[in-house]
């Protein structure tokens, strides 16, 4: 999360392209691709795009801007929540979405895209209240507002640091941050001090506030034993939004068993309508045909078979039928 002013008009640098790339090396090479990460990843790189056809539909970046005073002033929702997806430059953006990517990609093929996704919906919740929190207290008890109570800053790294501490809060393992190796889960608070002091102008209480939201998520999480609401709501949601591209794919599936608009090959004994079922090799015909198109085993008046004709189906040796049935369909 970065604080200070916008810069319109920011020149791309050509860093979106090697992200895309990244992104694109990255799901070609995993078995199952996690959804909600790609779209957590393409919507922030929409809004910072901002394409055509979304400029009238997107809000300023002046108007969502994580700022206290205003948050609680106007009771202005759109800065409480949207202030997340928005970034100050191509820099800034392609950083917290390579680090998305990486713990998104983790964390979603661990807990499932249902729990992912309610997990991401409950960390921004609550690290932008308790950033918000932790101004209004600074400035409540201790006077000092004008850093923080007053501060401008957007961006996802609030949240990439609450995703942080549940990634790494089962881990055992030692990991390098910035060249200095410390327990992985104490990585954020260290990430924390080295990047305040290396980049100054990036909003500490956004950062704070995010880990400080993941240590509470892991908390609530292992002292609630029912199944997650949250999470349940998110699955019957989905479960909603794939009837009708079931409903396509069935279709589709359905359509598929047809070949060449007549009939398919199988063991079934029910033909489908309009079509009659070969006994000798069970392909199923049109009506109008009079032969088996695979074996000319004929079809008598009254729907069944000539014995005579039936009889030279089973003079055909079986690697001559498997050729015919190669030959007919491909």
Known sequence: MESGRWRRGAVSRGMLPLLALHAANEYYRLPWRPPVTAGLLAANTLIYLRPAFLDSLLPFVDEVWFNPHLIVKNKDMKRFFL?????????????????????????????????????????????????LLMAKSLLVFFDYGRPYYSEYAIGFSGLLFAMKVVLNSQSENFTNVHGLIVPSRYAAWAELILIQM????????????GILAGILYLKLKGSYSGPDPLTRVIRELTGVLRLPIRFIRNMFRLRRQRISGRGTVGSERRSLSGTWRCPACTYDNSDWARNCEMCGTSRSNNGGFLRQTSRRSRDIPLEELRRRRVERFG
């Open 198 to 209: 290396f980049v100054p102008r990036v909003s500490f209480l956004g950062h704070l506030g």
């Open 83 to 131: 202030s997340v997806f928005y970034h100050v430059d191509e820099s800034h953006l392609v950083y917290n979405m390579m680090s998305l990517l990486w713990k998104g990609i983790q964390l979603e093929t661990s807990m499932g895209s249902s729990e992912f996704a309610s997990m991401v919906v409950a960390l921004l919740g609550l690290s932008q209240g308790i950033t």
